[in-house]
């Protein structure tokens, strides 16, 4: 099975900066079928990109999805207070899907 | 709008069965898998496998065959997972959640159903 790693474990940083959070895949996801999770405290994961780099509905602009290779990028251009959170990445493109471990985005 | 509704919170003993439902509603139920994903406390999320609700096919994750079933009532929309032969460390939060193809991302999901495994 495929093997998601992400980085880094934890993003510390203020309102308003970028969000750089990364994912790497063990090896080729199919089709590049890659999504990004949110996951506040309590509450279910929400579908933010899928197929790596196309935004869900009713997502802001903020957010936005690359891949180079086996390397998935989720960028947040300005942090808002409520992007504070934790974000998974999990690839569908290779049976079974996975996840990776998670990345914690806190306030600086 | 588009929702799926989880059973309630459960308190197993080692070795018993669970059995999780997830009610959805807003959408044709068989035009739509249902995956099931589950969360230990403090932990990241685990794909458990999905229920074809048109076919009524499943498909799992190889660490959970022989313990678990996913089946479904077309009837009342409702999607549900079996978990049996309970241990301590399947202790977590059971998530149902739909996608339009087996292979897709998961949009939306239920709001979880706590599942305590303790003597």
């Known amino acids: 099975e495929i093997v998601l790693t992400q980085s880094p474990g934890t993003l510390s940083l203020s309102p308003g900066e970028r969000a750089t959070l990364s994912c790497r895949a063990s090896?080729?996801?199919?089709?590049?079928?890659l999504a990004w999770y949110q996951q506040k405290p309590g509450q279910a994961p929400r579908l933010l990109i899928y197929?790596?780099?196309r935004r869900a509905t009713g997502i802001p602009d903020r957010f936005s999805g690359s891949v180079s290779g086996t390397d998935f990028t989720l960028t947040i251009s300005r942090l808002e207070p409520e992007d504070f959170a934790v974000y998974y990445c999990?690839?569908?493109?290779?049976?079974?899907?996975?996840f990776g471990q998670g990345t914690k985005v806190e306030i600086k | 709008q588009v929702q799926l509704v989880q059973s309630g919170a459960e308190v197993k003993k080692p070795g018993a069965s669970v059995k999780v439902s997830c009610k959805t509603s807003?959408?044709?139920?068989?035009?739509?898998?249902i995956h099931w994903v589950r969360q230990a406390p403090g932990q990241g999320l685990e794909y458990m496998g999905w229920?074809?609700?048109?076919?009524?096919?499943?498909k799992f994750v190889q660490r959970f065959q022989g313990r678990v079933t996913m089946t479904r009532d077309t009837s009342i929309s409702t999607a549900y997972m079996d978990l049996s032969r309970l241990k301590s460390d399947d202790t977590a939060v059971y998530y149902c959640?739909?996608?339009?193809?087996?292979?897709?991302?998961?949009?939306?999901w239920g709001q979880g159903t706590l599942v305590t495994v303790s003597s």
């Open positions: 959640a739909r996608s339009p193809i087996a292979a897709a991302e998961l949009d939306p």
């Open positions: 807003g959408y044709t139920f068989t035009g739509f898998y």
């Open positions: 229920i074809n609700p048109h076919s009524g096919d499943t």
């Open positions: 090896q080729s996801v199919s089709l590049n079928y």
């Open positions: 197929d790596a780099s």
């Open positions: 999990q690839q569908y493109g290779n049976s079974p899907a996975t």
